[in-house]
């Protein structure tokens, strides 16, 4: 699995830095038939490689292979785990005559628009910023839409077959990999055991462009205080200035929420799931490679899963405090509604809240959403 997963990796990487050689094809192919054999999973990787190859000979330039440009947003620069990673990668390519330049930025609307712009082909940036570039994948963060891990593995298989490609393609740019950040939780002052009265009352800070957070928030008639990107939520929740934010746990190190925690705790209720999103563009990285670079991560989907623990662990455990199982049920019944609502209103795609249903009825078919026997489609 290890050297399957190494060469997906280096293959698709290849071709999506344009790595095209003039390989024979036995029969001569159409476009179409070429782009359904680079999809087809029941073929082989090599049979897959070939046709890509054919597909996307004329993005040779000169015949060198043209550099690619990634942005990635790290609160923490060069010195934060996604850009680390990304670098890491970066150095492997070289041997194989690749150039991929990475730039870290820790403001993440630099990514945003200049991913718009042209400046990078590709950008890593949160799931809410990723919802302008794709309302289907920026769904996955809808409140208690992928209640667990378990659920969220589920939904990044759908997302990594080729029946979802269409989906992941919305414009001028397409999503090239979803990876995983952990649960929602909300982190308070309130050093008690949470009660829904006190954790939703006082001022809460969110992010402008997360749509679940001000729906939370404003469905308990908070006061919203706004914050231009999740490091400036946190901030204000760290200087006191709201009382409650809305964070995974990995935010205890990269926005050192330690700090506002110091005398607070967590309410140990998952809210939602946070993800970093790969967006590209249309232009510069094929929609065939983008299936490729899907399936590779989803291969890595354990490894993404120990990153995360490993920059969760120095959370204290004793500031997780569950809410009572009665106050859970009323909030489980009450997030329900918001989503809903988000939905009607169109905050969310309504295939991605159809899609999150049908694996929230597949782990738990006694939910009482799962009564109806009506068959849920994809889209």
């Not at 949160?126 to 992928?146: M, P, R, Y």
């Not at 590209?280 to 623990?309: A, C, H, W």
């Amino acid at each position: 699995m290890k050297k399957f997963s190494s060469l997906l990796l280096t293959l698709s990487l290849c071709l999506s830095c344009g790595l095209i050689s003039n390989v024979a094809v036995a029969k001569k192919l159409s476009e179409d038939e070429l782009r359904a054999r680079s999809m087809d999973q029941g073929r082989t990787l090599q049979s897959r490689i070939r046709a890509l190859k054919k597909l996307y000979a004329h993005m040779l330039i000169d015949g060198e292979i043209p550099p690619r440009m990634t942005c990635v947003w790290d609160v923490l620069g060069k010195q934060g785990p996604i850009y680390t990673s990304t670098i890491d990668q970066a150095l492997r390519m070289r041997h194989y005559g690749i150039t991929m330049h990475v730039a870290a930025y820790t403001d993440e609307q630099e990514v945003v628009d200049k991913l718009k712009s042209g400046e990078c082909d590709t950008s890593i940036m949160s799931g809410a910023q990723a919802k302008q570039f794709n309302d289907f994948t920026g769904s996955i963060e809808a409140l208690g839409g992928v209640p667990s891990r378990k659920h969220m593995k589920y939904l990044l298989q759908v997302l990594a077959s080729t029946h979802a490609h269409k989906k992941m393609q919305q414009g001028d740019y397409h999503v090239v990999g979803v990876i995983p950040i952990g649960d929602n939780y909300l982190f308070t002052h309130d050093g008690k055991k949470p009660t829904l009265k006190r954790t939703f009352s006082g001022k809460a800070s969110i992010v402008n462009s997360d749509v679940s957070q001000k729906a939370l928030f404003d469905a308990f008639g908070m006061k919203i205080i706004n914050g231009q990107n999740t490091a400036a939520a946190a901030g204000a929740y760290n200087l006191a200035d709201a009382d409650v934010v809305m964070a995974p746990l990995v935010g205890y190190n990269m926005f050192n929420l330690g700090t506002g925690l110091k005398h607070g705790s967590i309410v140990d209720y998952p809210l939602s799931q946070m993800t970093l999103q790969v967006v590209s563009r249309v232009d510069t990285i094929p929609p065939e490679v983008g299936q490729f670079l899907r399936e590779d991560l989803f291969i890595k989907l354990n490894m993404l899963y120990r990153e995360v623990e490993k920059n969760s662990r120095e959370v204290p455990r004793e500031k997780m405090i569950k809410l009572s199982s009665r106050e859970s049920k009323i909030l489980d019944d009450k997030i329900a509604e918001i989503r809903d609502k988000v939905t009607q209103e169109g905050g969310y795609n309504k295939g991605m809240m159809k899609l999150q249903k049908k694996i929230r009825c597949k782990i738990d078919k006694q939910r009482s959403e799962c009564g109806s026997k009506k068959k849920v489609a994809f889209n």
